[in-house]
């Protein structure tokens, strides 16, 4: 056998163990998706009447009724390749002044902490605001 080829073979070898080394280390470090995840939702409403806030912490897939909305949080994530991660919750609010209080949604989508004008709630008494996602 020649030195080269001894040499390639150790060389590839190497190659071969950094790869896997690298795949566990990644693999260690991941973040789960459950760990992106949040239990809980901190949203703040502002009644514009009253000019008073207040920060509501919602428990997801519960229903929490503020005055005369029912609010709901669905799913809250946190982004995980950003040095400032993006907050992001799927909120749905019901307006219990309605006559149709079970169908009628005055907001179903997605809020981000950092553009809340993406997708707006537009309420002529309340604002909300996504603030945290625990």
Not at 13 to 22: K, P, Y
Not at 106 to 128: A, K, R, T
Request: hydrophobic share 40%; with cysteine; proline share 3%.
């Amino acid at each position: 056998m020649s030195v080269k080829s001894i040499k390639a073979g150790n060389l590839n070898n190497f190659f071969i163990n950094l790869v896997i080394a690298l795949s566990f280390f990644v693999i260690i470090n991941a973040k789960s998706e459950d760990t992106l995840l949040g239990k809980k939702t901190y949203i703040k409403i502002l009644d514009k009447i009253s000019s008073k806030n207040e920060l509501i912490r919602l428990s997801n897939n519960e229903e929490y009724t503020y005055k005369d909305l029912a609010i709901k949080s669905i799913k809250c994530t946190e982004s995980e390749f950003d040095d400032n991660p993006e907050i992001k919750a799927y909120i749905q609010v019901r307006d219990l002044t309605k006559k149709d209080r079970n169908n009628v949604f005055v907001f179903n989508g997605w809020m981000f902490s950092s553009s809340p004008s993406i997708e707006p709630f537009d309420h002529p008494v309340y604002d909300i605001w996504l603030v945290n996602c625990y």
